[in-house]
């Protein structure tokens, strides 16, 4: 049985005082049955650690496959398992688009990521044009396949990855939840035929692009998704609650 998992991206927001009173609002709320995870700005990373306790994980936005070196405004896996980061996003479609991001930096960081124990978040998904050419799964099953060469059966067991259609992201438009179940299937079964079904079986894969608390139950309804990356709506803390209430439908 997987557990679901709701994870926030608050992308570049929130200051450390406004994270100081989101985490303050969010203290005793029940987690119970889902696995709740914020990926907060790297100047937040290390009161949010302090804040949370263990019933909330934390994440950074992204890592580094270089433990040092010359890489200006990149952020080291020593620098976040030092703070005891537990989650880390790679992959995101702003990174890829805007950073320079592939899907062999991604496999590198992934690598890295799991050499430092930081459990890697890694995003595919469509543009609107490779989606409306019905090249939807060719492209997840590139990025999918690219991101986990080179892992072991165990380390892939371990990984979460986010099915986001990039159309979908930050529009207010989402997949409909059968068609996204349909995707993250496929996914699943692009690992199955890469190590075996029983490995497939494990890994958690999410949904993003514009989730909210409106529609989070019926993604979490469908038997292949386990949870949500969320952006815009984790960024209030009665919403996040919500969400994190609301994947415990599954």
């Not at 396949?145 to 080179?150: C, L, V």
């Amino acid at each position: 049985m997987r557990t679901p998992i709701i994870a926030g991206n608050w992308k570049m927001n929130k200051t450390i005082e406004e994270t100081k009173a989101f985490l303050n609002q969010v203290k005793d709320f029940s987690v119970e049955g889902v696995e709740a995870v914020l990926c907060v700005p790297y100047t937040d990373l290390a009161i949010a650690k302090e804040l949370v306790g263990d019933y909330i994980k934390i994440g950074s936005q992204n890592i580094h496959w270089a433990e040092s070196g010359a890489f200006t405004g990149e952020i080291s896996p020593l620098m976040l398992k030092e703070l005891g980061v537990q989650y880390a996003i790679i992959g995101h479609s702003e990174r890829r688009e805007m950073f320079g991001e592939t899907d062999e930096t991604v496999n590198k960081r992934v690598h890295a990521a799991f050499k430092h124990g930081i459990t890697p978040i890694v995003c595919v998904g469509e543009k609107i044009e490779e989606r409306e050419a019905g090249k939807t799964k060719e492209v997840v099953k590139e990025q999918t396949e690219k991101a986990i060469q080179g892992l072991t059966s165990e380390q892939v067991k371990q990984i979460v990855i986010a099915y986001e259609p990039i159309w979908a992201i930050g529009t207010g438009k989402s997949s409909t939840a059968e068609d996204a179940n349909e995707v993250i299937g496929f996914i699943r079964q692009v690992i199955a035929d890469q190590y075996d079904q029983q490995v497939a079986n494990e890994v958690r894969i999410q949904y993003g692009g514009s989730v909210k608390p409106e529609n989070i139950g019926a993604f979490m309804r469908q038997p292949e998704i386990d949870g949500a990356l969320v952006g815009g709506a984790s960024l209030d803390p009665t919403s996040f609650k919500a969400l994190v209430e609301g994947g415990k439908q599954s």
